[in-house]
């Protein structure tokens, strides 16, 4: 809501004569409208960080690449809009707070291959969807 609100300003804005007195109010409307958003999505990554902090004793992550992810498919914007990086400091540092802490999984490690029960690494084709243990695990590859 906050984005259209923004965006709707920001149209409005491009539509002054710039240096005008009415340009400079409109200006403002914009930049409270810029910093609102920012404080919400600020906001919402502490409340997540804080909630992941104080359930659990680790948290591992994918490392993932966001720039990468954001050129490649087609939601470049909400991609950049989430925050990753800065989710990512606060989490680290709630954790680090706790004494707990925070596992960074490169995202070329195969854990979709590798079994949580015995260990072993198994070889299956991307058309699996159940991995199938030879200790007799049996669980949805996801």
């Known amino acids: 809501q906050a984005l259209d609100?923004?965006?709707?300003?920001?149209?409005?804005?491009?539509?002054r004569k710039k240096g005008s007195a009415r340009w400079e109010k409109q200006r403002l409307k914009v930049a409270k409208l810029h910093e609102k958003a920012a404080n919400q999505r600020?906001?919402?990554l502490h409340h997540k960080s804080k909630e992941l902090a104080t359930t659990y004793d680790a948290v591992i992550i994918e490392d993932l690449d966001m720039k990468g992810m954001s050129q490649a498919l087609n939601f470049g914007k909400s991609v950049?809009?989430?925050g990753w990086g800065m989710f990512i400091t606060f989490l680290?540092?709630?954790?680090?707070?706790q004494g707990k802490q925070l596992v960074k999984i490169d995202k070329w490690f195969?854990?979709?291959?590798?079994?949580?029960?015995?260990?072993?690494?198994?070889?299956?084709a991307l058309s699996?969807?159940?991995?199938?243990?030879?200790?007799?695990?049996?669980?949805?590859r996801d």
Do not use: W
């Open 5 to 15: 609100k923004l965006a709707k300003a920001q149209r409005i804005l491009s539509r």
């Open 42 to 44: 600020r906001n919402f």
């Open 80 to 82: 950049h809009d989430n």
């Open 92 to 97: 680290e540092y709630k954790l680090k707070e």
């Open 110 to 124: 195969p854990s979709t291959k590798k079994c949580s029960c015995c260990g072993k690494e198994k070889e299956i």
């Open 128 to 140: 699996e969807r159940k991995y199938k243990c030879s200790c007799g695990l049996v669980l949805d």
